[in-house]
């Protein structure tokens, strides 16, 4: 660890933290249908899109019917795409020939990009054409991040009114996330990906002699447009197999840096959309705080451990920290903050192979994920699930020290505890539930490159990245069989829609209660003892969940380490 790397920590989450109140203020306004500096040009044309798509924007809609249209988009955008995986053979913009995708690889794929996943059982540049990168991959980037922004809005406007029926309009909310947040800081964000130096063609792939006289085949193509959704969407699914670690995804340090800022940026900038909705920023700055900590927690453990290596480095006397599979142009610690930042984001873009970690650096981007998307998380994604562990929180400390449990003038009640439960309930179901099957069935247990406790870590980062809707892989599992495919695409889904759907009940139910005002027995939650709160709330549920599945993994496998025992 080094005073260098530090600073570089230190930097990126000040420039993050500057970030938060300018897009704050920003997505307030677009959202609340205000005017702003886009509005002249854009406006035109979304009212041309309600008018094409017969969408009244002044008629809102009651949370079950908001789900619904919410679930029939999706249900759409999961036909699209499977089906240009399946002909893409007989569609334009094929220069590489590229054939059909195999059924239970479109349906794996189809499931993960609409569910923001992005988990990749494929190589891109060997897989999927120009038009299916494009029309595909692309597209689902940016709507199944206005969906995650959207439900996220619908959460806050719950919050935030009184004795209300409706939480908005999902279509008004999809049109305008993408069309006035993603699309126009993508343009610009693109433009400078292309000046760093990533392509952007509909060319063919190029042919170029090596030194000893071969030739070698470089893939190019549509790359910098996918890339800046993939970044800001925190969806992570790459152009190429070798992720962000490929010098055409991500060139330069400068490039890095700007993709890890860009990652996190929408996902803390709703914290201050929340409380600026909800009538009281300091709401908004308190829930970031806890993201903050268990961020910057993750971060140390991390870097300390990457940094140190391992027993049998020392042994060698190579000193200098673990640099097997990190990207040598970035070095230890970008490759620590960018593992553990694309973890905490559910991004799952990656410049480091995870499974090259440490027991304990490879730990805590398993954690982050095991936690739920609390850390900051997906777009939007990450806001909601953050406020129904405040919900589950608020709910405790009513219960131990006598307080009113009720948060933002909402008194949080039996129905609402209950939905809170069953969105957190689902998602160590299929972390632990598929996981345990996959280490028994053969079929399953033949696609582990490794024995051990390493070997249990692989299968278990590979379904829990899945069920959070990470994408990111651990490496060294091979996951493009049918047993994988299909169970992963089942816990991308559950992942996905068993969160959101408890997440608009309650929304639905927060609006329709009466706002009262804090009084002698409210919990103050706007300070360090409501941070503390949340942050042990989130450790003792999470590692009374997930320790004994830590202790066959990560931490046996440290232990192990320590007595000169590799896997």
Known sequence: MTVIGWIQILLYCAIVVALVKPLGWYMTRVFNGETTFLSPVLRPVERGLYWIGGVDEKREQHWLTYTVAMLLFHVGGFLILYALMRLQALLPFN??????????????????????????????????????????????????????????????????????????NFWVDVTRCTLYVLLPICVVYTLFLIWQGIPQTLGSYVDAATLEGGKQTIAIGPVASQIAIKMLGTNGGGFFNANAAHPFENPTALSNFVQMISVFALGAALTNVFGRMVGNQRQGWAVLAVMGVLFIAGVAVTYWAEANGTTALHALGLAGGNMEGKEVRFGIVASSLFAVVTTAASCGAVIAMHDSFTALGGMIPLINMELGEVIIGGVGSGLYGMLIVIIVSIFVAGLMVGRTPEYVGKKIEAREVKMAMLAMLVLPLFYLGWTSV???????????????????????????????????????????????NLTGASSMFFGRFFVIVPAMALAGSLAGKKSIPPSAGTLPTTGGLFVGLVVGVILIVGGLTFFPALALGPIVEHLAMNANTLF
Do not use: C, K
Request: charged content about 5%; proline content about 2%.
């Open 438 to 484: 996959a280490v028994v069935v053969p079929s399953a247990v033949a696609s582990m490159a490794n024995s051990g406790p390493h070997g249990f870590t692989e299968v278990l980062y590979a379904f829990t990245s899945q069920t959070g809707n990470n994408g990111s892989a651990f490496g060294g599992l091979t996951g493009n069989t049918f047993f994988y």
């Open 95 to 168: 220069l590489q020939e590229q054939s059909a995708v195999a059924q239970d690889l479109s349906f794996n794929t189809a499931i993960s990009f609409v569910t923001n996943t992005n988990w990749q059982n494929y190589g891109g540049e060997s897989t999927m054409s120009n038009l299916t990168q494009m029309l595909g991959l692309t597209t689902q980037n940016f709507v199944s991040a206005a969906v995650g922004i959207a439900i996220a809005m619908a959460l806050i406007r719950g919050f935030a009114r009184s004795s209300a029926r409706t939480v908005g």
